[in-house]
């Protein structure tokens, strides 16, 4: 099995910045597709970003792309969440997800293995 555990949130004013944090470990970090969703009160669980296992293949949610940027370490068995400009609408808990294969995918459903959650709160 593969464990996630998510770090890094908090509560931010609008225009600011926060870094989250997903260590992994159990079976084997490599060549798995890592990815970041976020669900906000009374709204489905929706899709971030993801990177594939290399690190040179990325995809990101229209609502976040420019501001966000996924990133992973291997070495240290770790995937980031650099966000920026932060806007009161990302207000969510924030997920990293793992899936069983390589390829870059956007829907919740291909992804096996998820974290507990860290809550990002950005006040206007």
């Known amino acids: 099995q593969v464990q996630l555990v998510e770090s890094g949130g908090g509560l931010v004013q609008a225009g600011g910045s926060l870094r989250l944090s997903c260590a992994a470990s159990g079976r084997t970090f490599s060549r798995r597709a890592m990815g970041w969703f976020r669900q906000a009160p009374g709204k489905e669980r929706e899709f971030v970003a993801v990177?594939?296992?290399?690190?040179?293949?990325?995809r990101y949610a229209d609502s976040v792309k420019g501001r966000f940027t996924i990133s992973r370490d291997n070495a240290k068995n770790t995937v980031y969440l650099q966000m920026n400009s932060l806007k009161p609408e990302d207000t969510a808990v924030y997920y990293c997800?793992?899936?069983?294969?390589?390829?870059?995918?956007?829907?919740?459903?291909?992804?096996?293995?998820w974290g507990q959650g860290t809550q990002v709160t950005v006040s206007s």
């Open positions: 997800a793992a899936r069983q294969g390589a390829i870059v995918t956007i829907f919740p459903y291909d992804y096996d293995y």
């Open positions: 990177i594939n296992w290399i690190g040179d293949s990325t």
